[in-house]
C-alpha cells in the first residue's frame, strides 16, 4: 500500500489550475533566484511566499509534516555545520568547543587547531542562506509533485521543446518514486515480521543497526528496481518507443491569459534582480559606473 505523503492530490485550488509550464517556469526562477541572491533575508521573503503558495493548495497533514521536517533537518544541519567550519573572516565567535592556544601552530596535522573550534556567528548566517537556497526550490518542487499528475508533467516539459526521451525519463522517475517507497516498506515490515528491529536505538546510536538496515533494505529493493527498468524497457520497445516524432497527448495543456501573468511576472523579477547584481559588479570591478545607478548599488550591495 502506497503511504499517504507521496501520493499526487488532485484538488480545485489555484495553484492546481495553473499550467504545468507555469509551475516549472516558477521552479526554475527560484532557482536561478537562489544562486543569484546572497542575504539570506532576502532568501527567507522568497522561502515564506513559496509556503504561502503551499497554503493555498490546502496539503493535506502528512504532506505538512514531511515538508516541515525535511525542511527543519536540512536548515538545521546545514547552519550548524557552516557555524563550526566557517574559515571567512572577519568571523565571531559564539561558544568555543575547543579553546584556542592548547597547540601550537607549528604541530604536524594539528597545528590548525591552534585558533580553536567554535560556533561562529558569521557562520550561522552563511549557512542560514545555503539551506534557504536548498529548500526553497526543494519545497515548490514538492508542491509540483504532489499536485500534478506525472502525465501532465510529460506533456509540459514536452511543450517546452524538451526531447521527449528526458521527458519520459522525468515521468519514469517520477512514477518509480512511490512504487520504491512502497517496496522499501514492505521490505521494512518483512524483517520486522522475523523479530529484526531496523531502527534499534542501540544500533542508530553505535552506527551498525544503519548500515545493517540499509544493506537488507537496499539489495531486494535495487533488485526489483532493474527487474522493472527492463520491463519497462521491453514494453517502450514492443509499442515502438521513438518510432515517430509527432505524438498525440492524452491531456491536452493550454496556457491562459493568467499563466502568462504569472509567467512574465517571475521572468521580470529574476531579470530586474540580475540586472542589480551585474551593474553592482560591474560597478565594484570598475568597468562601468554611474551616479544614476546609485540607489541600484545601494540597495543590491545591502539587500541583495
Wanted: charged fraction near 20%; hydrophobic fraction near 50%; proline fraction near 4%.
Amino acid at each position: 500500500m502506497r503511504m499517504k505523503f507521496i501520493e499526487t492530490e488532485l484538488k480545485d485550488t489555484v495553484f492546481h489550475r495553473l499550467d504545468v509550464r507555469t509551475k516549472l517556469v516558477m521552479l526554475l526562477c527560484l532557482a536561478i533566484l537562489g544562486m543569484a541572491l546572497d542575504q539570506w533575508k532576502v532568501l527567507a521573503v522568497f522561502y515564506m511566499a513559496v509556503l504561502a503558495i503551499v497554503v493555498t493548495a490546502r496539503l493535506s497533514g502528512d504532506k505538512w509534516k514531511v515538508l516541515l521536517l525535511i525542511s527543519f533537518l536540512t536548515m538545521w544541519g546545514i547552519m550548524w555545520v557552516q557555524a563550526i567550519f566557517y574559515d571567512a573572516y572577519p568571523r565571531t565567535p559564539l561558544l568555543y568547543l575547543l579553546p584556542p592556544m592548547l597547540v601550537s601552530p607549528s604541530t604536524p596535522l594539528i597545528g590548525g587547531l591552534w585558533e580553536g573550534i567554535a560556533f561562529y556567528y558569521e557562520g550561522f548566517g552563511y549557512g542560514m542562506a545555503q539551506s534557504l537556497r536548498m529548500i526553497t526550490p526543494m519545497t515548490l518542487g514538492l508542491l509540483i509533485f504532489w499536485t500534478e499528475d506525472p502525465v501532465r508533467i510529460l506533456t509540459g516539459l514536452n511543450k517546452l521543446k524538451l526531447p521527449y526521451a528526458v521527458c519520459f525519463m522525468v515521468m519514469t522517475c517520477l512514477r518509480f518514486i512511490p512504487i520504491t517507497f512502497a517496496e522499501a516498506k514492505v521490505t521494512l515490515d518483512s524483517q520486522r515480521l522475523r523479530k529484526y528491529k531496523p531502527f534499534d536505538i542501540k544500533g542508530i546510536i553505535f552506527g551498525y543497526g544503519i548500515y545493517k538496515t540499509t544493506v537488507q533494505v537496499l539489495v531486494p529493493l535495487l533488485a526489483n528496481s532493474v527487474r522493472k527498468a527492463a520491463n519497462m524497457a521491453r514494453s517502450a520497445d514492443s509499442r515502438a518507443f521513438r518510432a515517430s516524432e509527432k505524438r498525440t497527448e492524452l491531456h491536452e495543456v493550454k496556457i491562459k491569459a493568467g499563466d502568462r501573468i504569472i509567467v512574465l511576472f517571475f521572468v521580470g523579477v529574476v531579470v530586474c534582480l540580475l540586472a542589480c547584481k551585474l551593474f553592482l559588479y560591474l560597478s565594484e570591478a570598475d568597468k562601468f559606473t554611474s551616479d544614476i545607478l546609485a540607489p541600484v548599488y545601494w540597495i543590491t550591495h545591502r539587500y541583495l
